[in-house]
């Protein structure tokens, strides 16, 4: 069969057996209602009826169970034999019982397609005239047996015509209602791509003017230290250890230049995180920590480094971990005032774990992770850019580490950092 109309629903089935009981029964109740119906044949009739009753039930019962017994064409057969049975019992030509055949040949259109249902409604015609001819009363004449099965042949097969045009034009609504269907989620499929496209479109804008804050804000303390070295320097203000001092610190932030903007050749290149490439070395912690002290710009009379044990060595990324550290550095001499800012850094366990302490305001309660949101500002800091934080808390993630800021007993913040190391 062409099409889905063809192949027939548990629903339609379960129709189809209860028209077919309803048949059944009205059958019945003629042949009670109007014995002369029977022409003398009421023992067979009544025997047909409850055959075909039983037959009836059986399969209404099977088809509530969810089995079929017989497949359709079968019982639309069986259902054809029985009705062209009872035509040929009650009256042949004359016999009211005719009015099954068209649901017969319906049922067999139906289930079978147009094709099948006019051979379905030839062959009806053909027993139904069969039976008018051998069943009907001796007073009719053999033209009028005729010409009744020619009748109810050409109407029968008008009927399964009519049917096979209806299920074309059924067929071609539900073809048109599956292509406007496609149409319509191969339009809203588009539309999901093109909103999907355009969100990966703003995150690489976002991304990009990420990169461009990121580069802003972590080149403005080495810009700023080497302005003020070099002015320094040029009108001759420092001589002996500070002018050694200045010499030293220009030349660690030339490094950490450099390191950043290798970091920032790789976002040119791979269009990636703002955050840079990694690139471990070995470094010493105690001149780890006086580089992020002397970056921070914290005086040495505001400073205090400890490191433990004092000659530690590690391998990691010194320009990602002196960012960090800077970022955190800045952010306690900021707001401690003139209290001492601490760094300590200690390593333990394949772990580095540093701290820096201020003596600031501290942060509200519930605040300690809104801090490190991009462009938030607390404090005399609100309306600034607000991403040093946010820097610093997207280098630790990428490092797979952790820091958290914590409440310092007697006033003041802990930020707490701890980043795993690889294994020298």
């Not at 019962?61 to 019992?89: F, H, K, N, Q, Y």
């Not at 009519?162 to 588009?190: I, N, P, Y």
């Not at 320094?232 to 220009?250: E, F, M, P, Q, Y």
């Not at 201020?358 to 509200?364: A, F, K, N, Q, V």
């Amino acid at each position: 069969m062409d099409g889905a109309v063809r192949a027939l629903s548990s629903l339609e089935e379960r129709t189809a057996v209860l028209i077919r009981l309803f048949v059944v029964c009205s059958v019945g109740l003629a042949l009670v209602l109007g014995p002369e119906l029977a022409r003398g044949r009421g023992a067979v009739l009544g025997w047909l009826v409850l055959a075909t009753l039983g037959y009836a039930v059986v399969l209404a019962v099977g088809e509530w169970r969810g089995r079929r017994l017989l497949p359709p064409w079968l019982s639309t057969s069986i259902d054809a034999v029985l009705a062209l049975a009872a035509c040929g019992l009650t009256g042949g030509a004359a016999s009211i019982m005719v009015a099954i055949l068209p649901l017969v040949v319906i049922a067999a259109a139906v289930r079978g397609g147009a094709v099948i249902g006019r051979l379905a409604a030839l062959g009806v015609g053909a027993g139904f005239t069969v039976a008018a001819v051998l069943g009907s009363d001796a007073a009719v004449p053999p033209v009028e047996r005729w010409l009744a099965g020619a009748w109810w042949t050409g109407y029968l097969v008008a009927a399964a015509v009519l049917v096979g045009v209806l299920l074309r034009m059924l067929e071609s609504q539900l073809d048109a209602a599956a292509v406007s269907r496609a149409m319509a989620l191969a339009e809203h499929e588009a539309f999901l791509e093109e909103r999907d496209l355009r969100a990966r479109l703003l995150a690489a804008q976002e991304a990009r003017m990420d990169g461009v804050r990121v580069v802003l804000h972590e080149f403005r303390t080495p810009v700023a230290s080497l302005t003020a070295l070099t002015a320094d320097l040029a009108a001759d203000r420092l001589s002996g250890d500070a002018r050694r001092t200045a010499t030293r610190l220009l030349a660690e932030h030339a490094v950490h230049l450099r390191d950043m903007l290798d970091g920032l050749a790789d976002v040119a290149v791979r269009e990636g995180s703002p955050l840079g490439r990694v690139r471990e070395r070995p470094v010493r912690l105690v001149e780890l920590a006086e580089a992020v002290l002397d970056a921070a710009g914290v005086e040495p009379a505001r400073r205090s480094a400890r490191v433990t044990p004092p000659d530690t060595v590690v391998r990691c990324d010194p320009q990602r971990l002196r960012r960090v550290l800077t970022n955190l550095v800045e952010n306690a001499a900021r707001h401690s005032g003139d209290a001492v800012v601490e760094l300590e850094l200690w390593h333990a366990d394949g772990r580095l774990v540093a701290e820096v302490r201020d003596r600031g305001p501290g942060l509200p309660p519930g605040q300690e992770g809104v801090v490190t949101a991009k462009g938030v500002a607390l404090g005399d800091r609100r309306g600034t850019a607000g991403i040093g934080l946010w820097i610093v808390e997207a280098l630790v993630a990428a490092m797979d580490g952790e820091v958290r800021l914590l409440p310092r007993d007697g006033g003041g913040l802990v930020a707490h950092l701890e980043l795993p190391l690889p294994a020298t």
